[in-house]
């Protein structure tokens, strides 16, 4: 099974390549420099010339906040660039495999969105993700849209390093506690979009880790097993304003996972252990001690 990864260089398309070789499947890792989704003749070309049996694409402007500053630059990457792909993918009669957000939710209640719960975004960044999904929807049959979270991994900038790095430098940190959803270790996600590729089982899915916490618990549990002593202070979203509303309750049914034939990510908790135990301990100690 040929695979072609878009935004290669990011969190998951570095964990996606690496779990695609680990199975021995041939792979295309492409971003910005190899293919700019942006460009449609560039896409098709490339994709064309690959012929992949499946497209993962990672790809996206990630910058929440910032897109509210830049909206036509958010939705050309994530609405017009993924709609680049799937045309691309349609000629290439390719499997693709979109990654979307909770960010199309618009966070009321405090029930567990489906992946048949309507979308409403309140976002530039989830208006532009859920534009990519429907043109996902309106190109192809042969397509997995998967709703991820708070994700992490060992490449790139993302919310578990920076409390790491925020600890050694401050004696007290403020963290949001009314905001609810979960965390998506890449280590745990990529070997399920290679399952799904090599799978019929189209859809849309939400493929989180397991379980649900606040942005304030995942912080706690961070430091626990790191060991660093530093003071959290929980915040309400209102005392910590940012440009993009972010939807305060982000928690992602994966039922669907499971009554599909597959497996379901492991516990938030589990994934940040494995993640720290890698990223941390390999250079501070062993963390035999710590858990
Ligand atoms: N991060 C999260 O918390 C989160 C949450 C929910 C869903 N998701 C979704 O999960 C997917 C992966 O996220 P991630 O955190 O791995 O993202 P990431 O680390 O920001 O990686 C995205 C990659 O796409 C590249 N890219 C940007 N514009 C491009 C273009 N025009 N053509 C080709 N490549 C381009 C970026 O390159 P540059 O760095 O050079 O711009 C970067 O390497 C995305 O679809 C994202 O929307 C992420």
């Not at 989830?126 to 042969?142: C, F, N, P, S």
């Not at 979009?193 to 961070?222: P, R």
């Amino acid at each position: 099974m040929k695979i072609l990864v878009t935004g290669a260089n990011g969190q998951l398309g570095r964990d996606v390549v690496l779990e695609a070789g680990r199975r021995g499947f041939p792979v295309v890792a492409t971003d910005l420099s190899e293919m700019d989704i942006t460009d449609p003749a560039a896409v098709e070309k490339t994709v064309l010339a690959e012929k992949p049996d499946c497209v993962i694409h990672c790809a996206a402007y990630t910058a929440v906040d910032r897109a509210e500053e830049e909206p036509e630059v958010c939705e050309r990457i994530n609405a017009a660039g993924t709609g680049n792909v799937a045309a691309a993918c349609k000629k290439a009669d390719a499997k693709m495999i979109y990654l979307s957000t909770d960010y199309v939710f618009d966070g009321k209640g405090e029930t567990f969105f489906t992946p048949e719960s309507h979308p409403a975004p309140v976002s530039v960044y989830g208006r532009t993700k859920y534009q990519g999904e429907t043109a996902v929807q309106a190109a192809l049959d042969k397509y997995f849209i998967v709703r991820i979270s708070w994700v992490f991994g060992l490449y790139g900038k993302n919310f578990v390093k920076t409390m790491i790095d925020l600890a050694g430098a401050r004696e007290e940190i403020g963290v949001v506690c009314d905001q609810i959803g979960s965390p998506t270790y890449t280590k745990h996600l990529a070997p399920l979009l290679l399952d799904m590729a090599q799978s019929e089982k189209y859809g849309v899915y939400h493929a989180t880790n397991s379980g649900v916490c606040s942005w304030f618990d995942f912080a706690c549990e961070i430091f626990r097993l790191t060991g660093q002593t530093v003071r959290v202070r929980a915040l309400s979203s209102e005392a910590y304003p940012s440009k993009a509303r972010r939807p305060k309750n982000s928690r992602l049914s994966k039922k669907k996972l499971a009554a599909m034939g597959f497996s379901p990510l492991p516990e938030w908790q589990e994934a940040l252990r494995d993640f720290i135990a890698e990223y941390y301990w390999e250079d501070n100690g062993d963390g035999k001690d710590q858990d």
